[in-house]
């Protein structure tokens, strides 16, 4: 079965300072997806970055990067220089790969989350 | 604009009463999901369907069924055998097929409340 661990339940940053949200995970497949979102206190989940298994390069997008360390099985979001709006719950997942067969086609698997509080 | 519709926002349940969740969405995805989120907490998966007239019970099924009717359609029904059905409830929905880099997009979500 898979697991996601996000051990930092709240994370607190200045404002355009860097931050690392850590994510582990354990999966006995070869192909898989990991997927960080954040959740404003609205409610709404909105997807910021995706890495691959076999993706060799450390996904980018903007502001946010995502640290793939295959052999640590870890997946830890960095984001640079903090906004104000980025204070939310932000959520480390895993998907299965598509391909592997079975019944659970799609399905994500969430981490605990992480609160982050960005200080002016 | 597309996306997805979940309504109502706020929604209350009275003792041994069954209510609806509506989630609609016009983004020509073939994959719709449905998620639970305590506070503080992950989300949970409830129900999934991959196409129209199939669906498949995710991690916390009991006390929960859906239909899927219609491609852009994917309604859950809280029963009243969900002893503690207060929560927010969240829908996704995803391009089905073999690209794994496609994520799920999310609904607004729905709170649920015990009268």
């Known amino acids: 079965a898979q697991k996601i661990t996000q051990t930092q339940p709240g994370m607190f940053v200045q404002e355009k300072e860097a931050v690392t949200l850590d994510c582990t995970y354990d999966t006995s497949d070869q192909s898989y997806g990991l997927f960080w979102y954040k959740q404003p206190s609205s409610g709404e989940m909105i997807f910021l970055i995706y890495?691959?298994?076999?993706?060799?390069q450390n996904a980018t997008e903007g502001r946010y990067s995502l640290n793939f360390q295959k052999a640590r099985k870890s997946a830890n979001l960095v984001i640079s220089a903090s906004q104000l709006g980025d204070s939310a719950m932000y959520f480390c997942a895993m998907r299965e790969d598509p391909n592997a067969g079975g019944t659970s086609y799609g399905k994500l698997t969430f981490g605990q989350g992480t609160i982050l509080t960005v200080h002016p | 604009d597309g996306g997805i519709t979940q309504s109502p926002k706020y929604l209350f349940r009275k003792e041994g009463q069954n209510v609806t969740l509506s989630c609609e969405q016009n983004?020509?995805?073939?994959?719709m999901y449905w998620y639970r989120q305590d506070p503080g907490q992950g989300l949970r998966l409830i129900y999934y369907s991959q196409i129209v007239n199939d669906f498949q019970k995710g991690d916390i099924a009991e006390g929960y069924s859906v239909s899927r009717e219609k491609k852009e359609s994917f309604p859950l029904t809280v029963t009243s055998a969900q002893k503690n059905p207060t929560a927010f409830y969240l829908c996704a929905s995803r391009v089905a097929g073999t690209d794994s880099n496609q994520p799920q997009h999310f609904g607004d979500g729905t709170r649920l409340s015990i009268l």
């Open positions: 890495q691959g298994s076999y993706d060799e």
């Open positions: 983004l020509n995805h073939d994959a």
